[in-house]
């Protein structure tokens, strides 16, 4: 597989399973939550790294895993103590986010070749050049398999759990009553975007990586009248956006993951202007037409 | 035999006490209305039945056995606003989540499910809308899907939340023949209610509710303007008396 090759299919592979389990949040009117996460998982690898000393992808997606919940718990506990939801957000983040930060900057930074920049904008450009090597053998990029890995999770959880996250995605209290444990099935989300985040991390970074959690899912949410569309949808133009950002970031020499972030706002906009069925366009149409 | 039996039901909100020592039972085949001014805590009493907030304290029986042993029997009508109406769903969608219990939350629904949740949608009136995303209906079409839904779960206890608040003509008559259906099966019906014009006419009890139980009986003897007076303070004055 040639360099541009892999590079494609990383952007494809982080689009796809952000684009799906960020579907979900946005649905659960969540999406600040994945802000919040994508910065806050950075903790969760420098810690998987102080534990374990090495960088393999099973300690980190542990760690982001276990900071991903956490964070989604101390948001919800500051919240029940009476703090604003959004306050709680802000305050939660920013403060395991700047923990990490302060780690990096130690000599903790220097062997985890991790630094500030790298962390909050990726380089996908390095991907296919940390490999995979099992007996000599070499596996291909690392960041594919731990995309690929975390795919077929999300999707498994996903198809498994498809009704109760429905149910309690739309009607929360309903759900308790009828038996769903609902704590369960939020914290299960939260864990599948924790992993989805720290599985791009390397590739588009802590702030674009909310552009591929929550912009393809906003525009699902736009496009489609039943939820197994909006999943399959997102997780399409997520991977679409990967596309078409890496086809202009080559032609005008950009940075690749910005340009695929670009992307979803690009196919964002197109669907908020044209879409069929309300979007801006035919909504003047038919104001046009009614007052003619 | 009690359908329900609340014993010392207790809730604060922010150590602000929302409901103090409710207490009553209701028997079996019974319309209740729910009556009080607004921040009475009528909504809150609903969810604290149904065990979906908090209580300090108190105990709810169902069919003589804690709540968590019988929640199979209970039916709920949440208010109409307490969900995300541009949720991608249909309308049959949203009635089958009532038989899911009965389907399982693994498996697939079979035809006979798809059946009955058309049965409960023609029995409000729905059919012709079921394959419609829940956006696109107005909101006595919504209050109809969730009767509908309530209906699928065949439960033996309804409570309801303000199923009337907003709906047109056709959706108002399809609550009250769902109601007398119910009561005529025995099914027992509480109902928070804001119309004080209509109580009369739809239940056979009232539970008249200020932050206390004020009273608790049939609507004969309890829908009285003195009771009125005491649960609303001087504000029912303005009331037609003659309804009450």
């Keep these: 597989m040639s360099y541009s090759g892999w590079i494609i299919i990383t952007g494809v ?12 949040i946005v649905l659960r009117k969540t999406a600040m939550l994945a802000d919040a996460i994508s ?17 393999n992808g099973l300690p980190m997606l542990i760690g982001a895993s276990i900071v991903g919940i956490l964070t989604a718990f ?35 930074g220097k062997q985890v070749h991790l630094d500030t920049e790298h962390a909050l904008m990726g380089e996908i450009a ?30 498994v959880v996903i198809l498994l759990f498809y009704k109760q996250i429905k149910i309690s995605t739309f009607d929360h209290h309903f759900a308790i009553l009828i038996g769903i444990p609902v704590t369960l099935i939020h914290y299960l989300i939260t864990t599948l975007v924790s992993l989805a985040t720290v599985a791009s991390f390397n590739s588009v970074g802590a702030i674009l990586v909310v552009a591929m959690l929550i912009v393809p899912g906003a525009t699902a949410y736009l496009l489609s ?5 909006v999943i399959v949808l997102s997780g399409i133009i997520g991977a679409l956006s990967a596309l078409i950002g890496y086809y202009f970031a080559v032609k005008w020499n950009v940075s690749i993951s910005g340009s695929m972030a670009s992307a979803t706002g690009l196919v964002f906009m197109l669907a908020f202007l044209f879409n069929p069925r309300d979007g801006l366009c035919i909504k003047l149409w038919r104001q046009l037409n009614s007052k003619g | 035999m009690h359908a329900l039996e609340i014993s010392n039901i207790s809730v604060s909100y922010n150590k602000q006490p929302v409901l103090e020592n409710i207490s009553f039972t209701v028997a079996p085949g019974t319309l209740t209305g729910i009556i009080g001014p607004n921040g009475a805590g009528k909504s809150s009493l609903i969810k604290a039945i149904l065990g979906l907030i908090s209580k300090r304290s108190g105990e709810v029986k169902v069919y003589q056995k804690p709540l968590s042993k019988h929640k199979h029997l209970i039916g709920y009508v949440p208010q109409r606003n307490e969900v995300d109406w541009d949720f991608p769903i249909n309308a049959r969608d949203v009635v089958l989540m009532g038989r899911y219990r009965k389907i399982g939350f693994f498996k697939k629904s079979k035809k006979q499910d798809i059946e009955w949740a058309d049965q409960c949608l023609a029995k409000v009136g729905m059919l012709d809308y079921a394959e419609r995303q829940i956006s696109q209906l107005s909101g006595g079409q919504q209050q109809r899907i969730f009767l509908a839904r309530a209906l699928a779960q065949d439960a033996s206890i309804y409570l309801m939340d303000e199923p009337f608040a907003g709906v047109d003509a056709a959706t108002e008559k399809a609550i009250i023949q769902l109601m007398k259906d119910w009561k005529a099966n025995d099914k027992t019906v509480l109902v928070v209610h804001h119309d004080l014009q209509t109580v009369t006419d739809y239940f056979d009890h009232v539970l008249l509710l200020n932050k206390q139980c004020i009273q608790y009986g049939t609507t004969h003897h309890v829908f009285t303007h003195e009771n009125l007076e005491k649960t609303f303070g001087g504000r029912v004055s303005f009331l037609n008396q003659a309804t009450v």
């Design chain 1, 126 to 155: 390095f991907v296919p050049w940390n490999r995979l090597v099992f007996r000599g053998i070499d596996l291909g990029p690392k960041a594919i398999w731990m995309l690929g890995s975390v795919l077929l999770i999300s999707l």
């Design chain 1, 13 to 24: 592979l982080v689009g796809l399973t952000c684009g799906i389990t960020g579907s979900l």
């Design chain 1, 39 to 55: 910065h806050t998982v950075l903790l969760g690898i420098v810690g998987a790294f102080l534990v374990t000393q090495s960088l």
């Design chain 1, 225 to 229: 009248e039943r939820l197994v569309h």
């Design chain 1, 74 to 108: 101390l948001i919800e506990t500051l919240n029940k103590q009476g703090v604003q939801k959004d306050a709680s957000i802000g305050v939660i983040f920013t403060t395991l986010f700047a923990l990490a930060v302060v780690l990096i900057s130690t000599s903790i």
